[in-house]
């Protein structure tokens, strides 16, 4: 069983901005995050994306903050990107299964605008909500892979 952690939860209530930090958050299954605006069925009801990936975005001379990218869920210590579609992940007592590796950027991208490049094509990931239950900045994850 390998391990990861939760460093920034983020919930927008409208699309297109981005998504503000709290302290936990409710996963609800078949739904994703309980007052997101990104909520619903279908199979990006949560989006994830590394700390390590945000970090790496700085260092070519952005600021950026958690929840910039519009991502749910910033994580430490797992290469999301690396998992395949079906992966599950379990955070706390939720459960979520990969759906989806990346996304085309929308042509209004806030990000793309701000400084010429986005991650969330290459290295977010979108998933489901299999089984819901609160979460913390402080939960920590595990994936058997």
């Not at 949560?46 to 950026?64: F, P, Q, W, Y």
């Not at 994580?75 to 299964?97: H, M, Y």
Request: contains cysteine.
């Amino acid at each position: 069983m390998k391990h990861f952690e939760i460093v920034s939860l983020n919930v927008s209530v409208v699309k297109g901005v981005p998504k503000k930090p709290l302290s936990s958050v409710v996963l609800k299954k078949d739904l994703g995050l309980e007052g997101d605006a990104h909520a619903g069925s279908g199979i990006r009801q949560v989006s994830l994306l590394a700390s390590e990936d945000i970090r790496a975005m700085n260092e070519k001379g952005s600021h950026l903050e958690f929840g910039d990218f519009a991502e749910n869920i910033t994580t430490k210590g797992i290469d999301l990107a690396s998992l395949p579609v079906g992966s599950r992940l379990q955070i706390g007592a939720a459960f979520l299964e990969i759906s989806q590796i990346g996304k085309q950027c929308h042509s209004g991208c806030a990000i793309m605008k701000q400084v010429g490049e986005c991650i969330m094509p290459r290295r977010g990931v979108f998933a489901k909500v299999m089984e819901g239950g609160e979460i913390t900045n402080e939960s920590t994850g595990s994936y058997d892979f």
